[in-house]
């Protein structure tokens, strides 16, 4: 089912409601659990995938389908979430007043002075393909995202690793023999 945020929700508490078994209360502790996980991935998802446009500051970049998994008693065993980018071109380029996916801005605006030294993420660095980073927004909250990633067993040694900034290496230029370097 491909639906926004909200109308997921209804739709999972609903069918939670209609397919759990009035005897069986272990089964809507499961559903109960997986819409749960399902809800704590929407922050992570808007994140990296949501960016401010012309005409919405949380403007969706990003497709996602949500297959609910039944067993034979028609009771919710899981859930399976899909996405898909829809701008991959968002990343390097944007119109002038618009704004990249909001995890690179909450990431600069909400590391600690630990983080950004681990990060290679400089006090006040611009960047290129970082318009309009004067501007905030809701949006901007770094906490809500890593809450959400905890949440979704994504321990803090790894979001490190994927917030850390990594930086093109530049080849050293040789010359002729390829043991003296070009003067």
């Known amino acids: 089912m491909l639906q926004q945020t909200w109308t997921s929700r209804c739709l999972m508490k609903f069918y939670a409601v209609v397919a759990a078994s009035p005897a069986s209360w272990e089964s809507h502790k499961i559903a109960e659990r997986i819409e749960q996980r399902i ?48 701008e991959k071109t968002r990343v390097a380029c944007q119109a002038s007043s618009e704004r990249n996916f909001h995890i690179f801005y909450q990431i600069c605006k909400g590391a600690s002075e630990d983080e950004r030294l681990q990060w290679h993420l400089p006090e006040g660095a611009a960047f290129s393909w970082l ?22 067993g994504i321990d803090t040694p790894t979001q490190n690793n994927i917030f850390k900034v990594r930086r093109k290496a530049t080849p050293l230029m040789f010359g002729r023999d390829d043991r003296q370097p070009l003067s």
Do not use: W
């Not at 809450?147 to 979704?152: C, D, I, R, T, W």
């Open 39 to 86: 809800l704590n991935s929407n922050p992570v998802m808007e994140a990296f995938g949501n960016a401010c446009t012309l005409r919405n500051n949380n403007s969706s970049r990003f497709g996602k389908f949500i297959q609910l998994q039944l067993n034979r008693a028609q009771q919710m065993t899981g859930a399976a979430v899909q996405t898909y980018l829809l």
């Open 131 to 152: 318009p309009n980073p004067e501007r905030s927004l809701e949006e901007d909250c770094f906490e809500v995202t890593r809450e959400a990633m905890l949440h979704l």
